[in-house]
Antibody, heavy 115, light 111 residues
Framework: QVQLQESGPGLVKPSETLSLNCTVS????????WSWIRQPPGKGLEWIGY???????NYNPSLKSRVTISADTSKNQFSLKLSSVTAADTAVYYC?????????WGQGTLVTVSS | QSVLTQPPSVSGAPGQRITISCTGS?????????VHWYQQLPGAAPKLLIY???NRPSGVPDRFSGSKSGTSASLAISGLQAEDEADYYC???????????FGGGTKLTVL
């Protein structure tokens, strides 16, 4: 059974960089697409970006200038960095596997941007 | 404003059939990109409900079905049950944005 677990600070100050890790078990990240998706409180889902097993990445154009997604195959983890955060970046952040559709999701982690 | 348009809410009585629409354009659904549907129960992560327009993952009841025509897709739920009360999202790819896109979500209320 594939499982994903997000980890990282739950509170980030404005203008700083949000950093999250996603640890994958039950599958190798050396296949499929691996993605980050977020959901502001009470709002809908927003795709942030993905990393392909080959190492290629693609980001939401609205976030592209601030986002970096990377992978550490030795730890079977992939990571998200979002720079220059503001209150508008407060959201539940999900990591996920993409096969035909987004078929496995982490439980999500709430990141609040506040001083 | 989402690229894929869904009704904000739908409702139905137990046992009834409801549909949720997802309207796109020629750069996403109309360009033959697959549509996927997700169910999000309160306080939980989304769950894949329909993939590739019409396919159900293992374990999803056949009460749930998907369809696609032109620039729109639909999710149908028959034999509505109280446990179906949730938010539902469609998702596809948009070639003009070069991005995966979600609908704004539809809240299903079981009366």
């Amino acid at each position: 059974q594939v499982q994903l677990q997000e980890s990282g600070p739950g509170l980030v100050k404005p203008s700083e960089t949000l950093s999250l890790n996603c640890t994958v078990s039950g599958d190798s990240i050396n296949s499929y697409y691996w993605s980050w998706i977020r959901q502001p409180p009470g709002k809908g889902l927003e795709w942030i970006g993905y990393i392909y097993y080959s190492g290629s990445t693609n980001y939401n154009p609205s976030l592209k200038s601030r986002v970096t997604i990377s992978a550490d195959t030795s730890k079977n983890q992939f990571s998200l960095k979002l720079s220059s955060v503001t209150a508008a970046d407060t959201a539940v952040y999900y990591c996920a596997r993409v096969s035909s559709g987004i078929d496995y999701w982490g439980q999500g982690t709430l990141v609040t941007v506040s001083s | 404003q989402s690229v894929l348009t869904q009704p904000p809410s739908v409702s139905g009585a137990p046992g009834q059939r409801i549909t949720i629409s997802c309207t796109g354009s020629s750069s996403n659904i109309g360009a033959a990109y697959d549509v996927h549907w997700y169910q999000q129960l309160p306080g939980a992560a989304p769950k894949l409900l329909i993939y590739g327009n019409i396919n159900r993952p293992s374990g999803v009841p056949d009460r749930f079905s998907g369809s696609k025509s032109g620039t729109s897709a639909s999710l149908a739920i028959s034999g509505l049950q109280a446990e179906d009360e949730a938010d539902y999202y469609c998702q596809s790819y948009d070639s003009s944005l070069s991005a995966w896109v979600f609908g704004g979500g539809t809240k299903l209320t079981v009366l």
